[in-house]
């Protein structure tokens, strides 16, 4: 499935990507070796194969692919949600993360579209 997103979208989805892929590198540093520390390298994995193809702009996805995309999307809403509700009210940073977060909404509906026409 071929998807199409503005340019403010793909360097969304690109930041919100590497981001994640961070916060991962940082939780498998700490885990201990085991299944927990497996799951996380698979995690950060599929992230990375689609942070690849954000960078390339190659948005050719298969249907696991477009799955993973849409599991990884809604996982990063609910970080967002998180950040959100912890920040100031009526603060710059609140009002970027609002801003984010409304912009992720129209990647998340773009490519949970998809998912549903695969």
């Known amino acids: ?10 360097a969304l989805l690109a930041d ?20 927990a520390q497996q799951v996380l390298e698979r995690k950060r994995a599929m992230g990375n194969a689609l942070l ?3 960078i ?11 799955e ?3 599991d990884i999307l809604a996982e990063i809403n609910d970080d967002l949600r ?6 100031d009210n009526g603060s710059a940073s609140k009002r970027q993360l609002e801003q984010k977060k409304s912009l992720l909404q129209s990647v998340r509906d773009k490519a949970t579209e998809a998912c549903a026409m695969a």
């Open 52 to 54: 690849d193809k954000v």
């Open 82 to 87: 998180t950040r959100i509700a912890q920040a």
């Open 68 to 70: 993973n995309l849409c």
């Open 16 to 35: 919100v990507l590497d981001e994640r892929d961070t916060g991962l590198r940082k939780q498998i540093a700490q885990a201990e070796s085991g299944p």
């Open 1 to 10: 499935m071929q998807l199409h997103f503005t340019k403010e979208e793909m």
């Open 56 to 66: 390339g702009r190659q948005l050719q996805l298969a249907v696991d692919e477009l």
